[in-house]
């Protein structure tokens, strides 16, 4: 049998009893396949977006999934083809096997971007403006896959999505209402591995992370939002390479209500140029990182600390709009850190809290001063 599209079933593609199934893939009516059953038992691979692509998007590509189930020996690769490809609705990805689900953009058309690659000429308004356009500019020159959202929409996680990788996920800063609030990712009571995902432009988080376990194996970029990345409501992420967040509008990078941000201290967090505190944690929040950490011009406070704890290990901190840290009621410990140039002239104030400073050099004034008693038994130990 030959179909319009040039497809067709031979003898010995389809037997009585397997699922026929004809789509609409946004252009034509045509066959995905003849074989395609509906539990899925080995490892498939379909493609999204572009020219002669299995489906028109995800969005169409999950709702082919949501009438099949992914058995323990199976796994859909969904393959995204490279080019930029602009939704203004929301794409949800919902499914009980959604584990074995990967969703892998095309090959990087270039290196990772570091530190160096991204522009940052200060924290206000206008510089983050120019700073973003340069940074989304090179960032596409890096990802080969773009999934750019207009008016609000970005991505919904419910459930432990297998993994997600080589994707540039771009708004147009819209805080328009939708499903997801004008965020990039929100993850939301699932769990997901990601790595090479960069998130950019949203008019709310970059990638907000709620009740949720999120492993990153590679770099992540999250750039020119509303806030950085936010981890919320006990969320928990795991990152084993640096995390970067540039020219966010408020935190680059924050853990609150019981959240985890733990990159040990071998793996650094890089937060600059943003329009507010650089790394924050606060009621009972938890950030451990290290291999030279680099918190750095962003507007307001670089490590702000309510009722949580940090750890760094080999940081930089400097060049920020207040205090290189504020330690309200919480725990903070600094090995090896650089301090220079934080505005105010305090490199450390410390409210009924402890922090250690360990190794650490161009500490300039404390307060209270090193090894001694004050603000409400705050304490800087200098060792």
Partial sequence: MVWADGSSIGANAWAPGQLLEIIYDGAAVRVVSGADPLAINTAITRIVYGAGADFADLQTAFAWLSRRRITSTGQVTLQLAAGQF????????????????RI?????????????????????????????????????ARFATELRFTGGAGISLVGPLGLLDQVLIAGDGSTAPSSTGGRGLQIANSSISMGRVAVIGFGGAGILVRSSIVAI????????CAEGLVSAAGGAVDFSANLYAYGNGGAGVRATSGSLVDGTL?????????????????????????????????????????????????????????????????????????????????????????TALQSCTGLGTLSPAANTLGNRNGYNGVY
């Fill in 217 to 224: 194996s590679n770099r992540i970029y999250v750039v020119a």
């Fill in 86 to 101: 602009t939704s203004s609705a929301a794409i949800g990805m919902s499914h009980p096997d959604l584990g074995r689900v």
């Fill in 104 to 140: 892998i953009g095309a090959n990087m058309t270039g290196a990772l971007p570091g530190d160096a690659d991204f522009a940052v000429t200060g924290s206000s308004p206008a510089a983050r403006a120019a700073d973003a356009l340069t940074n989304l500019t090179m960032l596409r």
């Fill in 266 to 354: 071998a793996n650094g967090i890089i937060s600059r140029g943003n329009g507010g505190i650089g790394l924050t944690a606060a009621d009972a929040g938890v950030v451990n990182a290290g291999a030279g950490s680099i918190i750095r011009q962003n507007g307001g406070v670089g490590v702000d600390v309510r009722r949580s704890t940090i750890n760094l290990g080999t940081p930089t901190i400097s060049n920020n709009g207040s205090w290189g840290i504020a330690n309200g009621h919480s725990m903070v410990q600094i090995l090896s850190g650089v301090f220079a140039s934080n505005v105010n002239g305090d490199s450390v104030v410390t409210d009924s809290g402890n």
